[in-house]
């Protein structure tokens, strides 16, 4: 990616990748999509799964952590496959070693990245994507949107849905909707960083694909940025275990989202108000999310609750003195 | 399951119904396996889906919380599939919800439950288990070896590749050799506890099969029962997040196994042996399975240091006085 392009020459660029995932896709026939990366990149995929196993039965998905894709194949995995991979930094070994193993078997390959003149740039299609804070790009060229039109191009190809459209339609609101999810929770977010800044430890729990957005905060946030120890539990497994340890002092992230699994989310949360002094909920139901078509919302509130668990985490990090790029082990020892 | 019957004859009964299991799966063609249960009892199931989606590419597995399958269920969810479920007290509500939608659907189902006359029984097969600490079974009549024994009458069904008898004769094994754990361990046990007792926090991570071992270890020893803070991490995505929470005082259980991603638990280990005063290995390795046929070694060892971890937490809940069966919730009030 030439960095003396602008966003908008950028942003057609993605477009015109996507485009030519559509013609991977549409090459041959596939049976089968793997998701694999490592960690938030990983995470980050899981709506690939989730999605179309809840809206194609033509096609398998599934998620891996890349070394485990690696070292222990599903049987299904063939020249039949596609693999979807994730590197922020092009070179993770683990997603490279996922992309060699792809090509060997014949597999059709697509990567997302920052730096696609790197390894993980040997993918048949590479999507570029932005994270860079001191130049904070729209929104639309970060990574959930890059996934979720990956995603749903897959679906279309698949079902013939026409899902892209909307989809992209709404996630070229994104920058207008955080802009105001940050507004109106300034004083909140202050609020909530004065109250839980000495936390030693913080659990979240969700459902659905919010499930995976807490796995994020949890690890991407609290324990690799912060330093703080934590948990995330799916809201469905919450009351067979994770429950018990809860006392007044347990401080809990709670997501509500706006699909179907919403109901264990709300059940974990009114549990949670009865037995803790510390719970913190985003609800995707005080999102502004009224200029998307209606089926799209509930796909869409997982990304937007991410970007807003992410605010209450760099709420925390200023609190503590705490930058969100420190890191102890990660470029400093190898391991 | 009649109360006055010799363990020999339970042991009959439960032999008999895996022979009814396979009857029912080679009554008509199936395309998909899902597991579904809550907590420990969905995790014990995990290596369903593991294991199959490793050794067959004929069928789908997956696994998943009750309620989750419910609300969310996937689209290649029908009549040609085989429905799993696991209800410890038969009346579990998320379990027996999913029962009922997949008789609902026409999908052919199995339960294992202590207590086959409840609500779950109405299974199409129905596999009783015994977990009676004041009158111990033989681990043959324990949760693992009847989900294994499902599994690989599956695999078997599907592939005709003759798993069961020395997965069977691997299993009738686990007496003897968790009788030689526990007493080689005598002193481990102790030391381990004096050691550990006043812990907070208490992570764990492995690979493969063993990263659901390490969640039942958090979940329903740590979590539940000992209302110590614990997570459990995959191995594979150790490097990518949690492990910079870890300072010489973060207290680490890992588990080694057999199988093809144990290089993932090893480079964990090696990190948290560098990093951390506070970091406990248990090596599969260390077990005498030679009585068992090689090719299933690596499915066994996670069975048995499923039951070596719990010895740890054993020791754990007598030095702390803290008896495993004490809840706070569970059965204490409604929620």
Redesign the interface.
Same mark, same amino acid.
């Given at each position: 990616m030439n960095t003396a392009m602008t966003f908008e020459e950028k942003i057609r660029d993605v477009k015109a990748a996507v485009g030519r995932v559509r013609t991977l896709l549409e090459s041959r026939p596939f049976d089968s999509v793997y998701f694999v990366a490592?960690?938030?990149?990983?995470a980050t995929m899981y709506p690939g799964k989730y999605i179309l196993? +809840? =809206?194609?039965?033509k096609i398998?998905a599934d998620n891996f952590?890349? +070394? =485990?894709f690696v070292?222990?194949?599903?049987?299904?995995f063939?020249e039949r496959s596609i693999v979807v991979l994730n590197s922020y930094s092009g070179t993770t070994a683990?997603t490279v070693a996922a992309l060699r193993l792809a090509k060997d078997r014949g597999a059709r390959t697509v990567a997302f990245t920052m730096w696609p003149d790197r390894a993980i740039g040997e993918a048949d299609e590479v999507i570029f994507y932005e994270d860079e804070p001191s130049n904070p790009p729209p929104n639309f060229l970060t990574i959930f949107p890059a996934v979720y039109q990956v995603v749903f191009t897959i679906l279309d190809v698949v079902e013939g849905t026409g899902w892209l459209p909307p989809v992209t339609q709404a996630l070229e609101q994104l920058d207008g909707i955080y802009a105001r999810e940050r507004a109106k929770r300034e004083q909140e977010l202050r609020a909530f960083a004065e109250q839980y800044w000495q936390e030693p430890?913080f659990y979240t729990t969700g459902?659905?694909l919010d499930y995976q957005m807490c796995y994020i905060m949890?690890?991407?946030i609290l324990?690799?940025?912060q330093?703080?120890?934590?948990?995330?539990?799916?809201a469905?497994?919450f009351?067979?275990?994770?429950?018990?340890?809860?006392d007044e002092n347990t401080p809990y992230f709670v997501t509500l989202g706006l699909?179907?699994?919403r109901?264990?989310e709300e059940?974990a949360l009114?549990?949670l108000l009865r037995?803790s002094r510390k719970v913190f909920a985003v609800d995707a139901r005080d999102f502004d999310l009224s200029g998307m078509e209606p089926r799209v919302r509930k796909w869409i509130a997982p990304v937007v609750l991410n970007r807003v668990l992410q605010m209450y985490g760099e709420a925390l990090a200023l609190r503590r003195a705490h930058p969100l790029s420190i890191?102890?082990?990660?470029g400093k020892m190898s391991?």
């Open positions: 490592c960690g938030g990149s990983r196993e +809840r =809206e194609t039965s398998t952590t890349a +070394r =485990e070292l222990a194949p599903p049987a299904r063939s683990e430890i459902a659905g949890t690890v991407c324990l690799e940025a330093w703080i120890h934590s948990a995330s539990f799916h469905g497994e009351f067979h275990g994770p429950f018990e340890v809860v699909d179907e699994t109901p264990m059940r009114e549990f037995t890191r102890r082990y990660m391991y």
